[in-house]
C-alpha cells in the first residue's frame, strides 16, 4: 500500500504560482510512475502532467505545458508540482497519483493506470 499526502493548494492571483508536493509513505516512490490530475466541479478528472520512475521522462496535458513542471526526488519519498502563470481555468483540485510501473522511463497518462490516489487539495485561482 502507499499513502499519498499532498500539500501546497490554496488560493492565488491570475498570473501567480503554486509548488504543490506529494509525500508518500508506505512503499518507496521510485517503483512508481507518478501523477498529477486535477477535478473543476462538474468536469472529468484530467491529466496534468506525469512522471517517470527514473524522472527522465515527463508528459504535460497542453492545458498547462510551458507552464508546469512536474519532478519527483524519490530519496524523499515526494513529488512535486510547480505551476506558473495561473489562471482561472487552473481551478480545480489537485490529485497526486502512484501507478506500478516496470520500465523505468514510462510515464502514464490514463487514470484507470494508476494505482493509489491521494485525497487531494484545492488550487483556486482569482481573476
Known amino acids: 500500500q502507499v499513502q499519498l499526502v499532498e500539500s501546497g493548494g490554496g488560493l492565488v492571483q491570475a498570473g501567480g504560482s503554486l509548488i504543490l508536493s506529494c509525500a508518500a509513505s508506505?512503499?518507496?516512490?521510485?517503483?512508481?510512475?507518478m501523477g498529477w490530475f486535477r477535478q473543476a466541479p462538474g468536469k472529468e478528472h484530467e491529466i496534468v502532467a506525469s512522471?517517470?520512475?527514473?524522472?527522465?521522462?515527463?508528459y504535460y496535458a497542453d492545458s498547462v505545458k510551458g507552464r508546469s513542471t512536474i519532478s519527483r526526488d524519490n530519496a524523499k519519498n515526494t513529488v512535486y508540482l510547480q505551476m506558473n502563470s495561473l489562471k482561472p481555468e487552473d481551478t480545480a483540485v489537485y490529485y497526486c497519483?502512484?501507478?506500478?510501473?516496470?520500465?523505468?522511463?514510462?510515464?502514464?497518462?490514463?487514470?484507470?493506470?494508476?494505482?493509489?490516489w491521494g485525497q487531494g487539495t484545492q488550487v483556486t485561482v482569482s481573476s
Open positions: 497519483a502512484a501507478a506500478s510501473t516496470i520500465g523505468v522511463r514510462t510515464t502514464r497518462k490514463d487514470r484507470k493506470e494508476y494505482d493509489y
Open positions: 508506505g512503499r518507496t516512490l521510485s517503483s512508481y510512475a
Open positions: 512522471i517517470s520512475r527514473s524522472g527522465g521522462s515527463t
